[in-house]
């Protein structure tokens, strides 16, 4: 099996101390919005769809006025995920799923690019934007990143997995309820040959290295989870259900730390 790891946006929020954990306070930060290229038999998956290239030619509408201040994007046209596919020698119309952790602006923007691709999320997620947005998710969910009317592909957790609600997509990808940052948001997991299990974990957390290895994240991350997140008892049970997978040596990644280790000793 192959993973390519994409970093489909950056992004340089004010205060790399804040953010980033060291460095500056003054000069701005850098975080990534982290896809994974996965092949699934003949095809491909795209978890995650970072920034896409409508974003890009068009960040305000799509994007809004407050992410473009808050997180400060670079906006980069090398960095939407069906350049990179092209990149890698991969044809883009080979990406035929596309599976998302949740719909905020810097998950979604990229399906856009492959309108053709089936788009998989948790029910409980596409209750919030189908039929139409529901009115609390306006300030933060943007129809115009899907005005191009995806495949949607609403999937009910109806199995388990490590004791969550669970569904398997495929022979190698699953979504698990990670609920807590906004309301169905999910993992997605990847069964890997003769390796353990690696799991994205969207924004349930914002920073492996410490979140789910005993530290604390930085000041600003913390900041930015208490404001985002809609539920703090579910987002809290989450990152302990993370803890434990790290715990049994399964690999963690999450969407926006930089320069991720794999957590596994792997
Ligand atoms: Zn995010």
Redesign the pocket.
């Known amino acids: 099996m192959t993973i390519h790891h994409l970093n489909c946006g950056t992004l340089h929020p004010p205060s790399q101390l804040l953010v980033n954990g060291r460095g500056s306070l003054t000069a701005p930060a850098t975080l990534v919005c982290h896809c994974l290229v996965v092949q699934t038999g003949k095809y491909w998956t795209l978890v995650d769809a970072g920034l896409g290239s409508a974003d890009l030619r068009n960040p305000r509408d799509r994007l809004g006025d407050t992410f473009l201040r808050r997180v400060r994007p670079a906006l980069n046209p090398a960095e939407p995920a069906i350049t990179q596919v092209q990149a890698l020698g991969i044809d883009t119309h080979d990406v035929r799923s596309i599976v998302l952790t949740h719909h905020?602006v810097?998950?979604v923007g990229g399906i856009a690019d492959f309108p053709w691709a089936s788009v998989y999320a948790s029910r409980a997620q596409m209750d919030l934007i189908i039929p139409a947005l529901r009115k609390d998710m306006v300030r933060r969910l943007h129809p115009v990143q899907w005005s191009h009317a995806p495949q949607w592909k609403p999937v009910t957790l109806s199995e388990t997995w490590r004791s969550r609600p669970s569904f398997r997509l495929n022979d190698s990808l699953s979504l698990v309820a990670l609920d807590g940052h906004i309301e169905g948001h999910c993992a997605v997991v990847i069964d890997r040959e003769n390796k353990p299990p690696l799991i994205h974990a969207g924004?349930a957390v914002m920073d492996v290295k410490t979140e789910l290895f005993g530290g604390r994240a930085p000041l600003g991350l913390r900041a930015f989870q208490h404001m985002t997140r809609t539920d703090a008892r579910a987002w809290r049970e989450s990152r302990a259900w993370l803890k434990e997978c790290v715990e049994d040596g399964i690999d963690v990644i999450c969407?926006?730390e930089p320069h991720p280790r794999l957590s596994g000793a792997r």
């Open positions: 905020d810097d998950h924004d969407a926006h």
